[in-house]
């Protein structure tokens, strides 16, 4: 029996973890938080007897002795159980990509210190580890990851002026929580998965693609140097990366539907618009430069989101946001957890102080709300 704590349990990921816990006779579930929604039902119904709300998660997973933590939680709110599971080599499911964008290199040198298992839960990791697993690192060319392209694949910059919160939320292949919604919208989501690749396998940013692929079969590729290319399929469903992250090495069976061949399946591939969509190319900026760079533009793409989805800022403000807080910052690297999150507040200040100067409202986004400090 696998014993799994579920941090975000209240999420679209979490709840989905909880039908895959269900239907998976090996995994029970031995904790659960949540950012502020009650949990007292759900640990009734699960017979969960360690829950929290909000705050440091640390006493929870202490106090629970899970085999398996899968970080649920949106935003860098999750880094504290990142590391803490890291750190203790107990085993790390992660969908909390904004926690290992922002602590890069903590997470790199406590993942060695702990000798755990780090599996990823983002559909697009979970399908590069499936295709790296077992090879040499030197016959690896680059890896390829894909973007659908979200809801407004295809737009120019004219046609997002005046696009709206719900027509950010239409996702065409993915039901997925807000902020990671809008992140899909922005590309921004491509930009920390670009960034969570490089600090997950370790290759340099120019053997780290993106193509736009809009029907999500594709779950991501890896080429390798004799010009093979090995791709992971299958219909979109995260049930599938939450089980294999969960039970890994069994992968135990699920209820997503097998690909159906026979009715044709069309593979459609193209570069990304980056002068539409410049979040991404922020991104590998920001990777590139190193340091606390990624742990400003995760900041402030958190602060510019929250102000699109609750204050009225524009969408394609949300990169501007992004753009004029990497200026501001000194990207200096974080020696340990309360550098880092002074650095992600220092960002949240200046995310927050090129809103006022928009006419935003002051307030959101702020590493208070988030219950971090
Ligand atoms: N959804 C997907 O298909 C998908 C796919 C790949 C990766 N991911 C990643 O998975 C993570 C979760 O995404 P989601 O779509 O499931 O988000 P979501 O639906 O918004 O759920 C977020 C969860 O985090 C909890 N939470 C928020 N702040 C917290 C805090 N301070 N401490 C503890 N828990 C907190 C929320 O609790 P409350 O209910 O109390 O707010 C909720 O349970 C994100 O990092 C996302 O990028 C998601």
Same mark, same amino acid.
């Given at each position: 029996?696998?014993? @799994?704590?579920?941090?975000?349990?209240?999420?679209?990921?979490?709840?989905?973890?909880?039908?895959?816990?269900?239907?998976?006779?090996?995994?029970? %579930?031995?904790? +659960?938080?949540?950012?502020?929604?009650?949990?007292?039902?759900?640990? $009734?119904?699960?017979?969960?007897?360690?829950?929290?709300?909000?705050?440091? &998660?640390?006493?929870?997973?202490?106090?629970?002795?899970?085999?398996?933590?899968?970080?649920? @939680?949106?935003?860098?709110?999750?880094?504290?159980?990142?590391?803490?599971?890291?750190?203790?080599?107990?085993?790390?499911?992660?969908?909390?990509?904004?926690?290992?964008?922002?602590?890069?290199? +903590?997470?790199?040198?406590?993942?060695?210190?702990?000798?755990?298992?780090?599996? &990823?839960?983002?559909?697009?990791?979970?399908? +590069?580890?499936?295709?790296?697993?077992?090879?040499?690192?030197?016959? @690896?060319?680059?890896?390829?990851?894909?973007?659908?392209?979200?809801?407004?694949?295809?737009?120019?910059?004219?046609?997002?002026?005046?696009?709206?919160?719900? =027509?950010?939320?239409?996702? &065409?292949?993915?039901?997925?929580?807000?902020? *990671?919604? @809008?992140?899909?919208?922005?590309?921004?989501?491509? #930009?920390?998965?670009?960034?969570?690749?490089?600090?997950?396998?370790?290759?340099?940013? =120019?053997? *780290?693609?993106?193509?736009?692929?809009?029907?999500?079969? !594709?779950?991501?590729?890896?080429?390798?140097?004799?010009?093979?290319?090995?791709?992971?399929?299958?219909?979109? /469903?995260?049930?599938?990366? *939450?089980?294999?992250? %969960?039970?890994?090495?069994?992968?135990?069976?699920?209820?997503?539907?097998?690909?159906?061949?026979?009715?044709?399946?069309?593979?459609?591939?193209?570069? &990304?618009?980056?002068?539409?969509?410049?979040?991404?190319?922020?991104?590998?900026?920001?990777?590139?430069?190193?340091?606390?760079?990624?742990?400003?533009?995760?900041?402030?793409?958190?602060?510019?989101?929250?102000?699109?989805?609750?204050?009225?800022?524009?969408?394609?403000?949300?990169?501007?946001?992004?753009? $004029?807080?990497?200026?501001?910052?000194? #990207?200096?690297?974080?020696?340990?957890?309360? $550098?880092?999150?002074?650095? /992600?507040?220092?960002?949240?200040?200046?995310?927050?102080?090129?809103?006022?100067?928009?006419?935003? !409202?002051?307030?959101?986004?702020?590493?208070?709300?988030?219950?971090?400090?």
């Amino acid at each position: 029996m696998r014993r @799994v704590a579920l941090l975000g349990a209240t999420g679209s990921i979490g709840r989905q973890a909880i039908e895959v816990v269900e239907r998976t006779p090996e995994l029970e %579930l031995c904790a +659960l938080a949540s950012g502020s929604s009650d949990l007292a039902a759900l640990a $009734a119904e699960h017979g969960v007897e360690h829950t929290q709300v909000g705050g440091d &998660p640390t006493g929870l997973l202490e106090a629970s002795e899970p085999d398996v933590v899968l970080n649920a @939680v949106v935003g860098f709110a999750g880094v504290r159980a990142t590391l803490w599971a890291l750190e203790r080599g107990v085993t790390l499911a992660l969908a909390n990509k904004e926690s290992l964008v922002a602590a890069g290199q +903590l997470a790199t040198a406590a993942h060695e210190r702990g000798g755990g298992l780090l599996l &990823p839960v983002d559909s697009e990791h979970s399908a +590069l580890f499936q295709c790296l697993e077992g090879r040499r690192p030197e016959t @690896v060319d680059s890896l390829v990851l894909t973007a659908s392209g979200g809801p407004f694949r295809g737009r120019t910059r004219d046609e997002l002026e005046h696009v709206t919160v719900e =027509d950010a939320l239409a996702h &065409p292949t993915w039901q997925m929580g807000p902020k *990671i919604t @809008v992140d899909s919208a922005t590309l921004a989501n491509k #930009g920390l998965e670009l960034i969570e690749a490089h600090v997950l396998f370790g290759l340099p940013y =120019d053997r *780290i693609e993106v193509v736009l692929h809009p029907t999500s079969v !594709v779950h991501s590729l890896v080429r390798f140097r004799d010009g093979a290319a090995l791709a992971h399929l299958g219909y979109p /469903d995260m049930a599938v990366p *939450i089980s294999f992250a %969960l039970t890994y090495p069994e992968r135990a069976a699920t209820a997503a539907p097998q690909l159906d061949l026979a009715a044709g399946l069309t593979l459609e591939f193209g570069a &990304p618009d980056l002068e539409t969509f410049p979040a991404l190319a922020l991104a590998r900026r920001a990777g590139e430069a190193g340091g606390t760079y990624p742990c400003v533009f995760n900041a402030a793409n958190e602060v510019a989101v929250d102000a699109f989805l609750h204050a009225g800022l524009p969408f394609l403000a949300i990169a501007d946001t992004i753009a $004029a807080t990497l200026d501001a910052a000194d #990207g200096e690297p974080a020696a340990d957890l309360d $550098a880092l999150v002074d650095a /992600d507040a220092a960002a949240r200040r200046l995310a927050r102080a090129a809103l006022t100067d928009r006419g935003v !409202v002051r307030g959101v986004g702020s590493t208070e709300q988030r219950g971090i400090a």
